[in-house]
Each structure stands twice: as structure tokens, then as C-alpha cells.
């Protein structure tokens, strides 16, 4: 994440963001959904509370944790 400290954005911004989850989800909202805004940038926001706030990340960081993912990095937070 380079450093830099993320802050969660208004909902202003996200009017209009089409959001969606992963096919793997549960059917009891414990989902992480993510959608693609102008400006090369992605949302982030838990489906629990989608009025809550939402975490923005340029794509790049995004590619970054993808890759972590399928490369096994996060498997130790999995119980």
C-alpha cells in the first residue's frame, strides 16, 4: 500500500458505483463487495453495511493483493 494510510470516502462519490461480490460468497452477507469508479480506482465496503463507509484503492493496489492472494500470501488468516 506504498505507506500511505486509506480513509473511507463519501457517498457522494459512490452514487451510481454498480457494486459486486464473489460468486463464493454466503448467503448470510458475509461478503466483501468491490466496484470500479472513474479515475482508475476501485471501492471497497463490506455488504453488511452498505451505507457504511468504503475503502478506495487504485487498481494497481488491487492487482497487488490479488496476486497475493492466488500466490498463497493470506492463507494463514484462513482458519
Partial sequence: MNGQTRTSTSATRLTGA????????????????VAALDG??????????PEGPALIY???????????????EFDDFIS
Avoid: L, Y
Fill in 40 to 49: 482508475n480506482e476501485v471501492a471497497m465496503r463490506n455488504s453488511r453495511d
Fill in 18 to 33: 454498480q457494486w459486486r461480490r464473489s460468486r463464493h460468497s454466503g448467503a448470510i452477507g458475509n461478503c466483501v463487495e
Fill in 58 to 72: 487504485t487498481r494497481a493496489e488491487i492487482a497487488a493483493f490479488v496476486a497475493g492472494a492466488k500466490d498463497g
